[in-house]
């Protein structure tokens, strides 16, 4: 899908907190992706949805502070 993102957790056990996501957009052209933080993850989507991108079906979404995947929808 053109023009969307995704925030993903990582393998902890090779990269260690607290660049422990990732954060993946695609242009419509080429994806790209960058390893970040929690922090950064929060302020790279809200930043990319002020440019017109969406966020991918599966990827996490945060809500009131809380991370919420597929798995964990409490």
């Known amino acids: 899908m ?6 993903q957790r990582t393998d902890t056990a090779r990269i260690p ?3 422990d996501f990732t954060f ?3 242009n419509g ?3 790209t992706f960058i390893v970040v933080s929690l922090h950064g993850a929060k302020a790279l989507a ?3 949805e002020t440019f017109g991108y ?3 079906e599966g990827s996490i979404k945060f809500m009131q502070g809380k991370a919420w995947t597929p798995l964990n929808k409490k």
Do not use: G, L, M, V
């Open 46 to 48: 809200e930043t990319f």
């Open 54 to 56: 969406e966020r991918e």
């Open 17 to 19: 907190a607290p660049f």
């Open 24 to 26: 993946e957009w695609d």
């Open 29 to 31: 052209t080429e994806k």
């Open 2 to 7: 053109a023009n969307s993102y995704s925030i």
